[in-house]
């Protein structure tokens, strides 16, 4: 019988845990062909839609002048496109093309398959708990984002 775990290790397993997965599945990134950086701030645009260089840098926790620079990088690839804001000319959308919208969606793919086989060596009842454990963890982003 394994012992309960108090709220604090729970929160410290799952924050290493999560963060190790995480760089374990980015190693699919290299196929992409971009830095980090600028696959993190794709992902945004791509899945998040069109939005302005200054909220970008602020979802990616980076101030204007770096995510400015970044944006630059996939403009000069054809993975996004940077045009005037027509509700505020001193601002720019951000927003994907198509080229950049595949690319993304290949790159899920490859870190979702990598990740499916990790879980491919687990045992039914462990696939049925972490199915669990996902759908509490959307639950809890849901909320906070509300």
Known sequence: MTKEL???EVGRSLHSNAIHLLRHVRTEDSAMGIGPAQASALSVVVFGGPLTLNKLAEVEQVRPPTMSRVVEALVKEGLVRRETNRDDRR????SSTDKGTKLLHEGRNRREKRLIKLLSKLDANEIRCLGKASRILSK???AEHS
């Open 91 to 94: 601002s720019v959308i951000i």
């Open 140 to 142: 809890i982003l849901v």
């Open 6 to 8: 108090s709220l604090e």
